[in-house]
């Protein structure tokens, strides 16, 4: 055989072979893409550290779709390491909330966990300082009630419908019986408000609303002398996500799977 001949047929060889590798890797994308679609959505707030890390973490592992919000994606490298997608958004601005809804037009969503907090301590009423007080309310109240109203139709169009609101036990009227923590107390009391008065007007559409309890864990807010990892209270907390339905929306968790009185 000539070598132009030999030639030639070795680049059809090898065009063949390039032309059936395509094939298979684009078949094998359409696969994953496939089972990503399939997949439970879940976006989770305050993603970068902490607690929303570790849930971002867990979901991820366990092959959900993983929206981890962050106020500075670009300083997010640990969540950003993660198979997540990472939106930005800063629960107390309204122009990032309604950014981000935008973003995420038409696209289902099956759990929100308005997780974003933060814990100034306020031991003393004459210690309010207003500025910060309302600062506590502007994150951890209306920053969920304005997340969850901004997502709402993504929520609609998920098959779990179920919202999830990071509360604390400090944020039980109930169990209050040392005080401290001015602002932080009430800022969760009002979210435990918002859960149950949401829980009543979404049954119908057959929403699950819950406010749960994380216990107290080592993150940056928890401090270092916590009694529980992250991943001890994330996997309790996912655990009574999954197990609590319809017929229990407008009910408040501990991570443990006991009910908290309100
Ligand atoms: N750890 C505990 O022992 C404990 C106990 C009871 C309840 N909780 C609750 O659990 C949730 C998570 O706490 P954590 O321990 O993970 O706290 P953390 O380690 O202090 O992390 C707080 C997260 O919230 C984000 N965040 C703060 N302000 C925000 C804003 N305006 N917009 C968007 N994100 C904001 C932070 O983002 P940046 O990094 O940008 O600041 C960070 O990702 C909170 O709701 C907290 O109240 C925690």
């Known amino acids: 055989?000539?070598?132009?001949?030999?030639?030639?047929?070795?680049?059809?060889?090898?065009?063949?072979?390039?032309?059936?590798?395509?094939?298979?890797?684009?078949?094998?994308?359409?696969?994953?893409?496939?089972?990503a679609t399939d997949a439970p959505t879940v976006?989770?707030?305050?993603?970068?550290?902490?607690?929303?890390?570790?849930?971002a973490r867990q979901y991820s592992a366990d092959g959900w779709n993983v929206i981890g919000t962050a106020r500075n994606p670009e300083q997010a490298d640990e969540l950003g390491s993660l198979p997540v997608e990472v939106a930005q958004l800063d629960v107390a601005d309204a122009a990032s909330i309604a950014g981000l809804a935008e973003s995420l037009e038409g696209r289902p969503i099956d759990l929100l966990i308005n997780n974003a907090g933060i814990f100034p301590r306020v031991n003393k009423l004459e210690e309010i300082n207003f500025d910060d007080y309302s600062r506590t309310i502007a994150v951890n109240t209306l920053g969920p009630v304005r997340v969850t109203r901004a997502l709402l139709p993504n929520l609609r169009l998920g098959d779990k419908k179920t919202i999830v609101n990071i509360t604390s036990r400090l944020g039980s009227i109930a169990l209050n019986d040392f005080g401290v923590y001015y602002g932080y107390r009430e800022s969760k009391a009002a979210l435990s408000m918002f859960t149950k008065t949401l829980a009543v007007e979404l049954a119908p559409e057959g929403f699950t609303c819950l406010t749960?309890?994380?216990?107290?864990?080592?993150?940056?807010?928890g401090g270092e002398n916590a009694n529980?990892?992250?991943?001890?209270?994330?996997?309790?907390?996912?655990?009574?996500?999954?197990?609590?339905?319809?017929?229990?929306?407008?009910?408040?968790?501990?991570?443990?799977?006991?009910?908290?009185?309100?």
């Open 228 to 262: 529980l990892t992250p991943q001890e209270s994330i996997s309790g907390m996912r655990a009574v996500i999954q197990k609590l339905g319809p017929a229990d929306t407008g009910t408040y968790w501990s991570y443990s799977g006991e009910a908290v009185p309100w």
């Open 1 to 35: 055989m000539k070598a132009v001949t030999r030639l030639r047929i070795s680049a059809a060889v090898i065009a063949t072979l390039a032309i059936l590798y395509g094939t298979l890797v684009h078949a094998d994308h359409h696969a994953d893409s496939a089972s």
């Open 43 to 55: 976006l989770i707030t305050g993603a970068n550290r902490g607690l929303g890390l570790e849930f």
């Open 212 to 221: 749960v309890h994380p216990g107290w864990v080592q993150t940056d807010m």
